[in-house]
């Protein structure tokens, strides 16, 4: 029976074999995964080889439950000018109408709404002025969509570029909060999802509203 040796590293052939594997495994950690998975490229060989173009700019932020959510990097940023009509659009004279002597009757609604991947939906409610109205939305994934919450003055005869007033915008997967109305008018969200899935929300009203016929396609009632 013949026996085979097999060859056997020294101590010095084995460290030097782990000192190496160890500088490429560092090489490929600086040129390719931390451009790829992470966005930083320290050395710009990342950017040389092509890298960087893999990397898809998200963070992780905790949920008031613990869990965790990802939110998109890549999201324009929020400014002044893009609040509400453009300076050309007159605000109308019936904005400045006083409060009505009585309100309209308390109530409360559960309102599904399905927003299609790369589109946007409004859903709006009639409010008087000065009613308050409390809300609260939530995506069902905590999916991050774009609102633009905002208020259109009741006019006679709107003309054709109709003032509107935001009173807030955001990139978000839940809001809540007690909302004053400025104007007699139609007030509400316009939800704009930039996801590559539809996304499905849940809006909670409680107050002094109505909800208006022209949205029952968009959300339906709990």
Known sequence: METTNQPSLSKKQLIKS???????????????????????????????????????????EENIDGTLQVVPKNVKRLKLEKLGSGPDVVKPSEAQSPP????????????????????????????????SVKYDWSTSKNDIVYIDFHGEVHEENPPEQVFFESYTLAHSNNMAGTFTAPFDGKHGWYFRNRNVFDVTITLNLEGQYELLAEYEKVGQTN
């Open 100 to 131: 009505p002597e009585k309100q309209l009757e308390i109530r409360s609604d559960a309102i599904t709404i399905v927003v299609p991947s790369g589109k946007g939906l409004e859903y709006k409610f009639k409010a008087l002025k000065l009613g």
């Open 18 to 60: 782990v000192i190496i594997a160890a500088i490429i495994g560092a090489v490929v950690l600086v040129v390719a995964v931390l451009p790829a998975e992470y966005g930083r490229d320290l050395t710009g060989l990342g950017k040389v080889f092509g890298f960087d173009k893999l990397y898809v700019g998200q963070s992780e």
